[in-house]
């Protein structure tokens, strides 16, 4: 039996930069680390990412595995299309974050993700994104339309196709388990980070403070300096693997 167990601390930070009001919604207690970014004009955005938080959190129930991280997506994607419609288009979110679970009895990252919204693991002090954007310019790079180089400069490349809410009935997101490795630091961000930083930046950021909420503040203020005017959040979690005492 794997005798592991997992030390974890956190930094947080956000800003509403040039918006009229933060639509991002955190949530960083209990193991899940979760950010969510909602869309929908007016207060509608907010509200949206805060009800897809509050269902998501329930994640912390047990030690969640693939079956109940779809389940409980599902119930945040018909609470979010159960908000009011208002004008315009429906409330929609993003979300995207980690769970520490076990597998196995193996400590493991139960990854969340739908919408642009991004999960990312630096280990070794190498920056690697873990999910994958639903946003039609990550297809058309996937499909060799647009060359990866291009995408931040792509101007539908806030257009994204799977969200919370929004028009759709279904919701596909992607969930799957990943070993937690030791020393990992996990970055769980909105798209205000990664729009005006290169992943390049965001490494740098991370390598160059120890404390997650010195690197959270960082890549927010480096995310402001670089012209940065949507909404930004960055959570930070460091792990650390050590023995259970027998």
Known sequence: M????VRLRV?????????DRNEDSVWTQDGVFLVADGMGGHDRGEVA?????????SLADGAPGLADAQRIVQEAHAAVRGL????????????TGVVLTEHDDVPCWLVVNIGDSRTYRMAGGVLEQVTQDHSEVAELVAAGVVAAEDASRH???NVVTRVL???NREVEPDVWLLPVSPGDRMLVCSDGLTDPL???????????ADDPQDAADRLVAAALAAGGTDNVTAVVVDATLTRRSR
């Not at 930094?11 to 918006?19: D, I, K, M, W, Y």
């Not at 315009?88 to 979300?95: L, N, S, V, Y």
């Not at 290169?198 to 160059?208: G, Q, V």
């Open 49 to 57: 990412s805060r009800t897809a938080i509050d269902i998501l959190r």
């Open 11 to 19: 930094g947080v930070a956000t800003e509403r930069a040039e918006r």
């Open 84 to 95: 009011p419609k208002g004008v315009g288009r429906r409330p929609g979110t993003t979300a």
């Open 198 to 208: 290169s992943d390049a930046r965001i490494e740098a950021e991370l390598r160059a």
């Open 165 to 167: 809410g929004g028009g």
């Open 155 to 157: 101007p539908r490349r």
């Open 2 to 5: 794997n005798d592991a167990r």
